[in-house]
């Protein structure tokens, strides 16, 4: 057998030093303040919509001014519309709540480029660290909403399908927007990922891909026809374990 040149051992680092372990430590509490402050601030704002696309969408491109539409819709139904609080999709999210009877809501994480707030929230919020951010979209929401976007809508796209999957959280509406934008992803996941029998096919049957406002806001009370918009007791429990 030939031996690798290169070894683990010769490339192990130094223990963390007391100061840096100290440090890491204390960020604990920081943790722990987003997400006291995040379910105290938002534990009021039910029923809401969760809210994922873009940051590049520009006020002239059609996906914003969609996104606009739905989420005015949505906010004069009487949903909370909860959006990353960013430029782009989010800015057109809580632009159409903040135009619409119920509250914008921004969740704003600090990043070295690109997340500036926008100015239509009605409840602003700041997270430093990506986990305890997920958890506030999730929480609350009785619907998710993914417009086209990159890597981070992708990133709570699949999350958020995998809670559901796991029955980690309910069984809420997962609509997504844009069928042409999704066409191909969607084809990959039913040949490739069914086809090989990494999913179910019920797996691809979590979520549904709706383009009008009207139909979005109806299908999101469909769901519901029968049933409160408030977790159940059963549902709760499964959400104090995200």
Known sequence: MVRH????EKLRLKPIDDVQLSRESWKVFQIMAEFVEGFERLSAIRPSVSFFGSSRMTPEHPYYQ????????????????VSGGGP????????????GRSPSIGLNIQL????????YQNISLDFHHFFS????????ACAYVVMPGGFGTLDEFAEIL???QTEKT???PIILVGAKFWRGLLDWFQESLVGLGTLSPGDVELFEVLDEPTAIVEAIFAHYQGRSFEPSTEERERLMRL
């Not at 040149?5 to 683990?8: D, I, K, L, P, T």
């Not at 782009?88 to 135009?99: Q, R, S, T, V």
């Open 5 to 8: 040149e290169r070894s683990a």
């Open 66 to 81: 969609l996104a606009e539409r739905i989420a005015r819709e949505l906010s004069d139904a009487g949903f909370s519309v």
């Open 88 to 99: 782009g999709i989010m800015e057109a999210a809580n632009k159409g709540a903040f135009e």
């Open 112 to 119: 070295p480029r690109e997340q500036v707030a926008n100015r």
């Open 133 to 140: 951010r997920k958890v506030m979209f999730v929480k609350y």
């Open 162 to 164: 995998t809670l559901v």
């Open 170 to 172: 309910q069984r809420i």
